[in-house]
């Protein structure tokens, strides 16, 4: 944790030694998606002719508030991080190990290759794979059981959706054993 | 009351409204059993299923999700002292000496009867409310209706505990992703980069889905336990725990009120009610009772009571006015947009039987609780031994294949992930995620009204003012703003000069 409370108010802002760089970070893409809806509206919605006119026809009215909106809230948030005053989360107060953060990472990566591999492997291999490669991340042993559940898991998932709720799963496109 | 009741009797009856809130009723007890879980991500991972369900029945079992979940904390916090959810903080005090003193059988048929019994009271509260509420609002025009989007979109993020400013930023984030698309009244692609993919708008069950149950699973990952498994002996309930619940009837109607009355504040909840409700019963403790703090049933009684009632409360500005209290209205609510009802005033008027029905199923939720309660604890007990490394994936896949379920593309997956990543990050750096929901819901609403507004107005603004109801609510939004940017120190000072000048 880059930050150290001074003070402990309840739920108040508190000052910190050092402001974290994510806060500066989300601070940057709130600033940059008012800025971007601003580009939308003298762009594209201009183009258009979609950014004038009566309030019906006008589609840039509200966005624009919104940015505006968006922008001066920035500007506030700014003052209170150059004034060291941060809320800090409980979820950023929360103790992990670096063990922990890395697990943590492994399994976004895990989900994104599932995701990816959902329309090419198919339902049933690709979710059996996901489950199995995070059971064995956040360490189930024994090995058997992991494979068990996975597999039992992905079954019962499948045939409710499947059965009861008439829901296509993806097929795949590979031809391996469990696609449709 | 009886007239909606009556007209909601035919959607009601159907074997999908009884089996979705069974469901939803043992749903609900093993997602608020379970710490980390709760009763909102047990809403979120079961949203999607609702599309491929009749909306009474979709909606029963979401509020059934929302109600037994109020009281499944309970269990664990009795059992272990760790509250499956924060609304069970309070029934530890008492609930786990009395499980110490070997009575936690006693405790949680006590939990169990108590918030079945305040959910009925806190239900009948909602049918008598919010049908009043929406008669009120009915003549309301596109001014007030903006007001009252402006109100929803504050509250929760000028009301809960986390900064304002952050949660105004997510507020109007929430209400740019809701604008992406075509523009309801000209037909206008909208931030949507040329891409059809895009035209629709962003599907809300893959943003809330990302944004809640991903980030939360994040966060479970980061910190660790994953092969922890509580040594927790099997506990029977017996039904007599009515009857033990009943010899408090003073308490359970107190508290139950002020359950009623905070769950229908937005912003405040269901926590906030059971400790106040915890306070008063603490200084009117029955005769014969084990002393507040040691085991005392009335403490369990309060908390409990409390906490369920503030489910029909909360219900109350959620269906009437479509201003949701937390993020589990407000999710609900989102819920009642994609069942195809239009919530709000109107919603009474022009969806009646459904409205009627909706009320039907959320009595006979916590009549289930109570059997489902009475029958199932030594299943949700068990439950409590599932090891996280098991039940993390487990969510995860649920979230993944509901997700896909709604639309059968895989695009949805992306965005999922994506507000997934978004979610770790705002929650992490203290950004609320409930205003986005409020947002996305609300911003249609806000911006269809105000621009109507000024169509009405020959495009000047002022006109509001002209609208007295819509005045007051915006003055009132205003003075929530003032005291939200107060700073701490000179509100005390404020604060101070008035008692003193009293």
Redesign the interface.
């Known amino acids: 944790m880059s930050e150290t409370p001074k003070s402990q108010p309840g739920s108040e802002a508190q000052v910190v030694d050092r402001v974290a760089p994510g806060e500066w970070l989300l601070l940057a893409a709130f600033v940059g998606l008012g800025l971007f809806v601003h580009q939308q509206i003298l762009g594209p919605l201009t183009d258009q002719g979609n950014a004038s006119g009566d309030a019906v026809n006008n589609a840039a009215l509200f966005p624009r508030l919104v940015a505006n909106l968006i922008l001066g809230l920035c500007a506030l948030q700014l003052v209170q991080l150059l004034r060291r005053r941060v809320l800090l989360s409980i979820e950023f107060l929360q103790v992990t190990t670096p063990e922990n953060a890395w697990r943590c990472l492994a399994a976004t990566v895990v989900l994104f290759a599932y995701v990816l591999g959902l329309p090419l492997l198919g339902f049933y291999p690709a979710t059996v794979a996901f489950l199995l490669a995070l059971f064995l991340l956040l360490k189930a042993r024994p090995i058997w059981i992991a494979v068990l559940v996975a597999v039992l898991l992905t079954l019962v998932v499948g045939y409710v959706f499947e059965e009861l709720l008439r829901v296509v799963l993806p097929q795949g496109r590979l031809g391996l054993p469990g696609q449709g | 009351m009886f007239d909606i009741l009556l007209s909601g009797l035919d959607s009601f009856q159907s074997w999908q409204v009884i089996g979705g809130v069974i469901l939803g009723t043992v749903i609900g007890m093993v997602v608020g059993v379970l710490p980390g879980l709760g009763p909102l991500i047990g809403i979120i991972l079961m949203l999607p ?1 609702t599309f ?1 369900m009749e909306p009474v029945a979709g909606m029963g079992m979401l509020m059934s999700i929302f109600v037994a979940g109020s009281c499944g904390g309970a269990i664990s916090a009795i059992v272990l002292r760790i509250p499956g959810t924060p609304l069970a903080a309070a029934t530890l005090l008492d609930g786990y000496p009395m499980a110490k003193n070997g009575r936690a059988a006693d405790a949680i048929g006590l939990a169990i009867a108590s918030s079945a019994l305040a959910g009925v009271l806190g239900g009948i509260v909602m049918i008598l409310g919010a049908p009043a509420l929406a008669a009120v609002a009915t003549n309301f025009g596109p001014p007030e209706y903006f007001a009252l989007a402006i109100t929803g979109l504050l509250s929760i993020s000028v009301v809960s ?3 304002t ?2 949660g ?2 997510t507020g ?2 929430g ?2 992703i809701a ?1 992406v698309g075509s ?1 309801p ?2 037909n ?4 949507t980069f ?1 891409t059809n993919a895009l035209s629709g708008g962003i599907h809300i069950v893959a943003i809330i889905v990302g944004l809640f149950a ?1 980030s939360e ?3 479970q ?4 336990g ?2 922890k498994k509580p040594d927790v002996q099997s506990v029977r309930v017996s039904m007599g725990s009515l009857w033990m619940a009943l010899r408090h009837w003073k308490n359970l109607l107190r508290s139950s009120t002020i359950g009623v009355f905070f769950g229908a504040l937005p912003g405040a909840s269901g926590i906030i009610a059971s400790f106040t409700a915890y306070a008063i019963a603490r200084s009117k403790p029955l005769p014969g009772d084990a002393p507040f703090g040691e085991g005392a049933e009335g403490g369990v009684v309060a908390t409990e009571s409390a906490n369920n009632a503030a489910c029909g409360g909360a219900m109350i500005p959620t269906l009437a006015l479509a201003i949701p209290g937390d993020a589990a209205t407000a999710v609900l609510l989102g819920a009642l947009l994609l069942l195809g009802l239009v919530p709000g005033p109107q919603m009474f008027s022009l969806s009646g039987d459904a409205v009627g029905g909706i009320f039907l199923a959320f009595l006979v939720s916590n009549v289930v609780l109570f059997f489902v309660g009475m029958l199932m604890t030594p299943l949700f007990v068990r439950v409590l031994k599932v ?4 039940l ?3 969510v ?3 979230s ?2 509901g997700v ?2 709604v639309q ?1 593309r ?1 695009d949805d ?2 965005v999922m ?1 994506v507000f ?2 978004l979610g770790f ?7 609320p995620l409930a205003p986005i929901v409020i947002g996305l819901i609300l911003g249609p609403i ?2 269809g009204s ?3 507004t ?2 009405f107005s020959d ?1 000047g603004p002022w006109f509001i003012l002209e609208r007295p109801i819509a005045t007051t609510i915006l003055a009132i939004d205003l003075l929530v703003l003032i005291v939200a940017f107060t700073p ?1 120190s000179l509100r005390r000072r404020a604060l101070g000069w008035f008692r003193r000048s009293a």
């Open positions: 299923l491929h505990n986390e900064s400013i952050k105004l930023m109007a984030l209400v740019l604008m523009d009244l000209s206008a692609a909208r931030f040329g991903l699973a994040a966060f990952i980061l910190e660790g994953f092969r090891r996280k490394q098991y993390v994936p487990a995860l896949l649920l993944i294949v896909y379920s059968s895989v997956l992306w992930v997934g990543v990050g705002l929650r992490r750096y203290g950004y806000a911006e105000y621009r109507r000024l169509l495009n701490p």
